[in-house]
């Protein structure tokens, strides 16, 4: 099997974490989302997985390479010009894809346990052309309506059905597997939403789903990216291990949960209170405090800091006494610019809110 792994986004919505890296290069849990899903590809089976490229294109590729080590699956990558959207990119990659059956297509924002055996049995012996994981409905998503007999009969309202028809209302997770066939139903050029095509098989009775009810997580924005980091310290340790590759994870004597990088160094007095994810090299100084924290590789948190609920980016030094809540803070890497929209500059650190 050939799998599909969607990440040319531009990641706006995690600025400024993601001013020098897509997305997919963040860390959760100490390891790249990217590495941790190529990964996760081997229980699928895969021998070649795609990924689609567009902005810093080659943070990705010196972080992944060529693949096909430790059983990770051979990487491709293909490369837009202009984001081509979920359809184009597809249809861009069709001769990486095409040869070896049903294509995994797997967004590269988000980790779970699906189980890829169970889909492909699902999807083979209903002979559908598509098969979409669905899991239970979260505020924020887009509902995915199926009949009695699964089929998939709309989303997000279109195609319009009665509603006798429907049995149930999903979120869509993000992966799938379709028939080769369909590539050549996208359009031939340029940028297109593969959901076109999803509401066109719905129409024709062809789109399946296949429901996942484990462990599902999008890192798609600050807040789904912190509260994600929080879900998995929450998990026991067998499953989380089937979820994520990550750092090892500490059971502190006052209940604290905490996911410790290589190098890590706490000074004397520090507090880690709830659940924190300290990556790669970081040290927390003298006094300081963080509750529901994740810190991000070689970042620095002066003495006597006070952070609560936030996301400190990585290479970040904060000043001593610094305090913070339901924030990201990152170093300013381009102080002769204006920030994007919805972040603050104070000195030489951009800030978010957890509200922009």
Not at 3 to 25: C, H, I, N
Not at 157 to 177: D, H, K, N, Q, Y
């Amino acid at each position: 099997m050939k799998a599909m792994l969607l990440a040319a986004g531009l990641g706006m919505r995690m600025r400024p974490l993601t001013q020098d890296r897509p997305k997919p290069a963040l860390s959760v849990l100490g390891r790249p989302l990217a590495l941790q899903n190529l990964n996760r590809l081997q229980d699928a089976s895969v021998s070649l997985a795609v990924l689609n490229l567009h902005y810093c294109p080659d943070v990705l590729r010196d972080l992944i390479g060529e693949g096909g080590q430790d059983g990770m699956p051979e990487v491709r990558y293909t490369f837009e010009d202009a984001i081509l959207g979920t359809g184009g990119g597809l249809r861009h990659a069709r001769n990486l894809l095409c040869g070896e059956g049903p294509i995994l297509v797997h967004n590269a924002d988000f980790l779970s346990d699906i189980d890829f055996a169970a889909l492909n049995e699902t999807h083979v012996s209903a002979g559908f052309l598509a098969t979409l994981v669905l899991a239970p409905a979260r505020s924020g998503y887009s509902a995915v309506d199926i009949d009695a007999e699964g089929c998939v009969v709309s989303l997000a309202g279109l195609p319009e059905v009665e509603s006798e028809r429907i049995a149930g209302s999903f979120l869509f997770t993000g992966c799938l597997l379709l028939d080769e066939s369909l590539l050549d139903r996208l359009p031939g050029t340029g940028p297109s939403n593969i959901i076109d095509l999803y509401r066109d098989l719905a129409a024709e009775g062809r789109l399946g789903s296949h429901l996942h009810t484990g462990f599902w997580w999008e890192f798609g924005s600050p807040r789904t990216f912190l509260d994600g980091h929080l879900a998995l310290l929450d998990l026991d340790e067998a499953t989380r291990s089937g979820v994520a590759d990550h750092d090892p994870v500490r059971e502190l004597a006052d209940c604290s949960t905490v996911s410790v990088g290589a190098g890590v160094e706490l000074d004397q007095g520090v507090e880690l209170a709830g659940r924190c994810s300290l990556a790669l090299a970081t040290r927390i100084g003298k006094n300081a405090r963080l509750v529901d924290t994740v810190v991000l590789e070689e970042s620095w948190i002066g003495p006597g800091c006070r952070l609560e609920r936030v996301i400190v980016g990585p290479n970040t030094e904060l000043p001593a006494g610094f305090e913070a809540k339901d924030a990201i803070i990152c170093p300013d890497l381009a102080p002769d610019r204006g920030p994007d929209e919805g972040v603050d500059r104070h000195g030489s650190l951009l800030i978010r809110s957890f509200a922009a």
